[in-house]
């Protein structure tokens, strides 16, 4: 059974940095790849960035590229996505599961960017 739980959002002021953590467990990362999507009040999931399985490979959505960072911890079993330089579009639920995504979410955390 697939179990993913994020955690490390929060409120934080235009041009600040968050970093995003998602526990995953009963889907190795060395065989998935898995990423970061998002929700913004009223809009559709979205995908933000995606990891290969192998790490080699990387996707960010273009509106990220240059201030988000993913990146992930086979051993730990963690993902990771490193916010910089955060704007208040960013402002939104993020999730993390596969990509491309299938039925397992976590419950998501919150990163609330002020202007």
């Known amino acids: 059974q697939v179990h993913l739980v994020e955690s490390g959002g929060g409120l934080v002021q235009s041009g600040g940095s968050l970093r995003l953590s998602c526990a995953v467990s009963g889907l190795p990362l060395d065989y998935y790849s898995v990423g970061w999507f998002r929700q913004a009040p009223g809009g559709e999931r979205e995908a933000v960035s995606c990891?290969?399985?192998?790490?080699?490979?990387?996707y960010y959505h273009a509106s990220v590229k240059g201030r988000f960072t993913i990146s992930k911890d086979d051993v730990k079993s963690t993902v990771y996505l490193q916010m910089d330089s955060l704007k208040f579009e960013d402002t939104a639920v993020y999730y993390c599961?596969?990509?491309?995504?299938?039925?397992?979410w976590g419950q998501g955390t919150q990163v609330t960017v002020s202007s």
């Open positions: 599961g596969t990509c491309p995504p299938g039925e397992d």
């Open positions: 990891i290969s399985f192998s790490g080699s490979s990387t």
